[in-house]
């Protein structure tokens, strides 16, 4: 059984930042795939950001690359997203989750993914 807890979210105007994180706890695969993913009010959830451990190649939506980064701690097992330049319409509750690397599909494909945190809420003004 794998735990994740994100933390992080909160509060900001457009173009501030805000950095997530998600403590993973429990067995995790050897080979395995940690996203985050959001979900803005009336919207389906959609990928944000993914990083494959094995091979360290990480994955971003076209709507937040160049503004958003993701990285792991492995000494923490931690898994980070800094988000930078924000803007309102990142406004979303941010979910990370993981998923064996080995069960192949898209990495923005919420299907695919096995274990999930509780979320947290991000808030962007304008």
């Known amino acids: 059984q794998v735990q994740l807890v994100e933390s992080g979210g909160g509060s900001v105007q457009a173009g501030g930042s805000l950095r997530l994180s998600c403590a993973a706890s429990?067995?995790?695969?050897?080979?395995?795939?940690m996203g985050w993913f959001r979900q803005a009010p009336g919207k389906e959830r959609e990928g944000v950001a993914a990083?494959?451990?094995?091979?360290?190649?990480?994955y971003y939506a076209d709507s937040v690359k160049g503004r958003f980064t993701i990285n792991r701690d492995n000494a923490k097992n931690t898994l980070n997203l800094q988000m930078n330049s924000l803007k309102p319409e990142d406004t979303a509750i941010y979910y990370c989750?993981?998923?064996?690397?080995?069960?192949?599909?898209?990495?923005?494909?919420?299907?695919?993914?096995?274990?999930w945190g509780q979320g947290t809420q991000v808030t962007v003004s304008s």
């Open positions: 989750a993981v998923r064996p690397a080995y069960s192949g599909g898209s990495w923005y494909n919420e299907h695919y993914y096995n274990y």
């Open positions: 429990g067995y995790i695969y050897p080979n395995y795939v």
């Open positions: 990083i494959y451990t094995g091979s360290g190649t990480t």
